[in-house]
């Protein structure tokens, strides 16, 4: 239960329409039977008609849709349980808990009814707090008092929120909460097990010697009615009592079943020219493409790094290997500045893996970006998949909308067909807000991975968000050398208390990532043979996977093994990947990452060590990230918003952690928020039940100064003192709730983007975006995408790095007065210079008789003659000399030394600063 005011943030599926009618979904938390899926249909229609009745012909269920399994349950109303126990909601006063990801009603079969339904859904939908007496709460200083005293109790004067069933309607002012607290000194009221109570005596009343006030009353302090018509400025409230008599036209709910569906999900893979790219931020030579990147006269030197496309290929490896046998189909499109269907809808079972990884595998990139176009696609994909149901699509882009439909409207056509966007960012792509603002308006989630070579990590972490399971680890960095004569000894559990403030029993590497301590202990010098890191298992955990990927430049040399050491238990407890335990442990090794699965591990600490593979390279480094799967235990982290347009209004982080029913007394619930200077600022996370709420924990950030991307970690915890909730004491004598919960921690990252503000720049150099070009103005933007020149590696958005074009010669290929940095097409022919074959030479036609993928107008001569441009499909470099030896004739003239690995002028050349400075060797951009 939240105070009046707190922001929502957004997720849930449910809503309150305009003609009355409330849409919500329901998850079954158990395979259900025929006669179960009956029960539940009584049950919401009851519950509709007692809404019905109550509101006075205004409010009743709409579309009910029922799902089963963890796919979505994040968005459902209201999880269903098959045992007995008592109902229990946490709600939004404003009536917008609907939309919050994480918060539904727990509601248990066998006890429920339709009374019971429409009273939970009316915290939840509504923002009604209860009516009913309820003295001590949780056996604290805390208690409310009835709303309709008994004897004023009649078939007009009642209220649905003081009742388990006899009520049937809403309370008006007309003698709402008549007797209330007396605002109690608390030395007068009587000590509860020995302790003198010191809060929230305002609520008891002397006179009565018991509390009082309502919920309703001590949290918005009005009736219901009121509230009501405060929240939905479509209802009208009864003039003075509610009509005794039920109205007419009561219409059923339209019930949807998806328990037997197959869930379906599209893969969007960005496929534009830039994922050619290096993904060094030096944009150099990429491995084994047979290009000169760098332009030093050498192809494919051994100073080299993967291109993007490799990380991202490796990402939806990993995707689809964790998607496998788990009740999936999936799909793939690709684009660049068209979009394709290079794999329909299909089972990802053992039988079409090695068919949907060959896609993958397969996929070139060239030609602009077109996310519009891509998402468009995709609604028409799902449009033809008539039976598609929990409708989800994964968008991953390293670039800015560049050409086709306008992404944002393409988004608004999915969230219409009610399809989830789960968005990666990367590179170029982190700094605009297309990506976060299509995740947060179609209840999706962003994940920011601006280092391309983190791109297995952050799919990994998606498909954690997506399938609802844990995260114990979302990513760490490892560094290792097979060659050390040292160990890593592992940090302490006092390196947690210095992190966390406080004696918190957690692994040591969770507390220390969320704070951005990447290692308590470095080591001196060369990095030790093994690299430890710690986690909690939780008891009840079905799967743990732990994911650990590489980010060497080339990748051709990763190679690395982990040994898993945990508690003695009921199953084995010493894991080795060299060689894994067929029984409970499964071991997926690829180029780019290692991905163990292990089954039903024994509940406690477990230690994973990693060391270099015996035929890898011998120094090894990556990031590990650690998931798992316990169905009883939740934590839903969200934000009220994924981009900020107006920093002085802080943001809100909400936090819901559950197992079984939401929980309090938290041993660590902590966030911090990476900005983008990379300083860490924490934030402190509330409990609700501080304030008579069920355990819902917020906090709220305003330091906003700079423009771009922020990053928030959240971790939490819970001991022996964590308790989950026991249920509305209204619905006794049904069973509570409570069990014992076991110890454990999970973590998150969450993002949002900031329009407003300063731009951070990192660079003592004044190369604030890292292309090797120095002093670009701070101001221009010539790509009009809000990202200054100074800090856009591609100024004028057309696939071309600037540090390419920054170095051609001519440099204004068209002579129009606009150098090719700030040209989309430099040599006017009407191709962009993502898409041209031959990039610095008029060709319209883009003829090619070869097919190489280079144009006949800038084909190189015998012995090294002319050059033109690149092939559609390169990073656009200015063309390769034929049988150069060393010189370039397309780097500028002079000596000089090297900035973020390309070549630069000489200090004999004179730096001349314009009205708006251009290229540090005085070129003016127009």
């Not at 918060?103 to 209860?130: C, M, Q």
């Not at 009005?222 to 479509?234: A, I, P, V």
């Not at 040292?486 to 220390?512: F, K, N, Q, R, W």
């Not at 994911?547 to 080339?554: E, I, M």
Request: proline content about 5%.
């Amino acid at each position: 239960m939240l105070l009046a005011g707190v922001s929502v943030a957004l997720g849930g599926s449910g809503r309150v329409n305009n003609n009355g009618t409330i849409d919500v979904t329901i998850n079954l938390r158990f395979p259900p039977s025929a006669q179960d899926i009956q029960t539940i249909t009584n049950h919401i229609t009851e519950g509709s008609r007692v809404l019905w009745d109550a509101s006075e012909g205004q409010l009743r269920f709409g579309r009910v849709t029922l799902t089963c399994g963890s796919v979505n349950e994040d968005l459902a109303d209201m999880w269903v349980y098959a045992a007995r126990g008592r109902a229990v909601v946490s709600f939004i006063t404003d009536g917008s808990g609907l939309r919050q990801r994480g918060a539904h009603i727990h509601y248990y079969l066998p006890s429920g009814n339709g009374a019971t339904l429409a009273h939970e859904f009316s915290h939840l939908a509504l923002g009604l707090a209860d009516e009913y007496s309820e003295q001590r709460r949780f056996g604290a200083c805390w208690g409310y008092g009835p709303c309709i005293e008994a004897a004023n109790w009649t078939n007009q004067n009642q209220c649905l929120m003081q009742s388990s069933g006899a009520g049937s309607e809403f309370c008006t002012d007309n003698g709402h909460d008549t007797v209330v607290g007396q605002g109690t000194p608390c030395g007068t009221i009587p000590v509860v097990n020995g302790s003198q109570c010191a809060t929230n005596c305002q609520f008891y009343n002397t006179n009565t010697m018991r509390y009082e006030t309502t919920q309703q009353t001590a949290m918005v302090n009005r009736s219901c009615w009121t509230s009501l018509t405060n929240n939905f400025n479509f209802l009208n409230a009864p003039a003075n009592l509610p009509a005794a008599a039920a109205p007419a036209n009561f219409v059923n709910p339209v019930l949807t079943n998806n328990c037997e569906a197959t869930n379906t999900v599209m893969l969007i893979l960005d496929r534009s020219g830039s994922m050619n790219d290096s993904v060094k931020a030096d944009n150099g030579e990429v491995c084994s493409d047979n290009k000169d990147n760098d332009r030093d006269g050498q192809v494919d030197e051994r100073d080299c790094a993967d291109a993007r496309l490799k990380f991202l290929k490796a990402a939806a490896r990993a995707w689809l290997t964790l998607s496998n046998n788990r009740n999936m189909r999936a799909g793939v499109v690709s684009f660049n500045d068209k979009a394709t269907l290079d794999a329909g809808f299909q089972k990802v079972d053992n039988a079409s893996l090695p068919g949907l990884r060959s896609t993958v595998d397969g996929l070139k990139a060239s030609g602009s970006t077109a996310i519009g176009t891509a998402l468009l696609q995709t609604a028409f994909t799902f449009d033809a998949e008539k039976k598609a149901v929990n409708k989800t699509a994964f968008l991953i882009s390293d670039g800015k909308n560049n050409t086709g439909s306008d992404p944002k409207k393409a988004a608004a056509d999915l969230q219409s067909r009610k399809v989830r966007v789960f968005t990666i960012s990367t590179g170029e792509a982190s700094n605009d807000d297309t990506l976060t603002k299509i995740a947060g308006e179609t209840d999706g989630v962003p994940v920011d991975a601006r280092d391309s070579r983190t791109l297995v990590s952050a799919f990994v972490r998606q498909w954690a968000h997506y399938q609802n399971i844990g995260i114990l680890i979302p990513q760490m960095p490892y560094e290792i050398d097979r060659n050390s004569q040292t160990s890593d000894p592992g940090d302490s559990i006092s390196d947690v208390h210095d992190v966390l403030g406080a004696a918190a029993e957690l692994p040591v590497s969770s507390a220390l990532w969320v704070k951005g301590v990447e290692s308590a202990t470095p080591q001196a010098g060369p990095p030790a043979n093994n690299r430890r890191f710690d986690i909690l298992v939780d008891e009840g955990t079905k799967t743990l996977w732990v994911v650990l990927s590489g980010n060497l430049d080339d990748m051709t040399g990763f190679g690395v093994e982990a040994e898993l050491i945990g508690p003695q238990g009921a199953n084995p407890n010493r894991f080795d990947t060299v060689a894994p335990d067929p029984a409970f442990m499964q071991v997926t090794r690829d180029g780019f990452f290692v991905m163990i699965e292990l089954k039903d591990p024994n509940p406690g600490y477990w230690t994973v060590s990693v060391t270099a593979s015996a035929n890898a390279d011998p120094v090894q480094s990556g990031y590990i990230t650690v998931i798992t799967d316990n169905p009883r235990l939740n934590v839903f982290a969200s934000l009220d918003r994924t981009v900020v347009d107006n920093p002085a209004d802080p943001i809100q982080i909400d936090v819901h952690p559950i197992y079984d029913t939401p929980l309090r007394g938290l041993a660590v619930a902590r966030a911090f928020v990476k900005r983008p200077d990379g300083v860490m600022i924490p934030v402190t996370l509330t409990s609700d039940a501080d304030m008579g709420g069920v355990g819902a924990y917020q906090g709220s950030f305003s330091d906003m100064p700079f423009r771009g991307m922020y990053e928030v970690r959240v971790l939490v915890g819970g001991d022996y003192n964590t308790r989950n909730h026991p249920g509305e004491t209204l619905f006794a004598p049904e069973p509570n709730n409570a069990v014992t919960v076991p110890d454990f921690h999970r973590a998150d990252t969450l993002y949002f983007y900031v329009n407003q503000g300063q731009w951070y720049c990192a660079s003592e150099t004044q190369d604030c975006d890292g292309d090797g070009i120095l002093n670009e103005s701070d101001v221009a933007d010539h790509d009009g995408d809000g990202v200054p020149d100074a800090f856009d590696r591609d100024s004028d958005n057309d696939e071309i790095p600037d540090s390419i074009e920054g170095f051609d010669q001519p440099a204004d290929a068209d002579g129009d007065g606009l150098e090719n940095i700030v040209d989309p097409d430099s040599d006017d022919d009407g191709v962009l210079d993502g898409e041209d074959n031959c990039r610095l030479t008029f060709n319209p036609m883009q003829d090619d008789s070869d097919g190489d993928g280079v144009g006949d107008a800038c084909a190189t001569s015998a012995g090294g003659g002319t050059v033109g441009g690149g092939s559609a499909g390169s990073t656009g470099n200015a063309g390769n000399v034929a049988g150069a030896t060393g010189s370039d004739p397309n780097r500028p003239a002079g000596g000089g030394g090297v900035i973020g690995g390309l070549a630069c002028p000489s200090a004999a050349l004179t730096l001349t600063l314009l009205p708006i400075v251009g290229l540090a060797w005085s070129r003016r951009r127009n």
